[in-house]
């Protein structure tokens, strides 16, 4: 998906550090990556400075956490079938073409 926003690519040097980001994404239950690694910057940047540079993405709801919970202990296919209903269904087209 195109975007106007300034990006960045980063290259892990350490497959445990790769491993650790990853593990902070799923236990604060991050939708991305990028949205774990963000909140990391954030968090550097205010813990040198004392002032938060952005706001934080958006907090998830319980629901949320508890479909993302549900979707990352299934199995590869149960993945696979919940992604094809996602684009499958006509509102969350819709969202993510706004």
């Known amino acids: ?4 926003k300034p990006r960045a690519m980063i290259t892990f040097n350490d497959k445990e550090l790769y491993k650790a980001v990853d593990e902070y994404r799923f236990t604060h239950r991050f939708r991305s990556q990028n949205e774990a690694v963000m909140d990391l910057i954030n968090k550097g940047i205010e813990k ?7 706001e934080p993405a958006e907090k998830l709801t319980d629901e949320d956490r508890r479909v993302l919970t549900a979707y ?3 199995d590869d296919s149960a993945k696979f079938f919940a992604l094809q209903m996602l684009e499958n269904n006509p509102a969350e087209k819709k969202k993510n073409l706004a």
């Not at 998906?1 to 106007?4: A, D, G, Q, S, V």
């Open 72 to 74: 990352h202990a299934a």
């Open 48 to 54: 040198l400075t004392g002032e938060t540079p952005i």
């Open 1 to 4: 998906m195109p975007t106007n």
